[in-house]
């Protein structure tokens, strides 16, 4: 039972365009939405995270939306460059547990 | 001044065999953890440690045991490897109670013939 679903899997884009990765939770004990950017062969890296009170979070190039009704949330990559080429993860976290549950992945190549 | 370390970095392995798998980090962190990434890059968490103690245990096979000898350092032990045990094992860490924010090592590509 996959708590956090993300898509699409694979995403290709132009240089210069819009990368948009979403993901859906179900457990509304979730309290905390962080994304990770996984380049090939490392480790996932912390990108951006957001809290539900917030509907959205922007960092640089790369803005999380957040809908909690719809408990629904997004990452987009805007100006798309060759070295956003990476995996990305969702996750979720709640403050009384101690885990982290990642989304499925979102492998993006941004063609220059 | 690598931040959350691993070794071996890649380790090929002949099924049945039983093999270690070292982790620290320098951070001062007091919560470390073991995920497994599959072949379609699916990260799951096996286990999370807390000062020493182990919290988080998710239903991985008893052949798996971690040991964490001090807050700096978690291990994983895999006995009597298996074909579907092939994956990349990542350590991480995080302040304790900021499990948002973990910091995970390079991996170890582990590859059961």
Known sequence: QQQVKQSPQSLIVQKGGISIINCAYENTAFDYFPWYQQFPGKGPALLIAIRPDVSEKK????????????????LHIMDSQPGDSATYFCAAVKAAGNKLTFGGGTRVLVKP | DTAVSQTPKYLVTQMGNDKSIKCEQNLGHDTMYWYKQDSKKFLKIMFSYNNKELIINE????????????????????NSLELGDSAVYFCASSQAGRQETQYFGPGTRLLVL
């Open chain 2, 59 to 78: 239903t991985v096979p008893n052949r798996f045991s971690p040991k964490s000898p001090d807050k700096a350092h978690l291990n994983l032990h895999i």
């Open chain 1, 59 to 74: 960092e640089g190039r790369f803005t999380i939306s957040f809908n909690k009704s719809a408990k629904q949330f997004s």
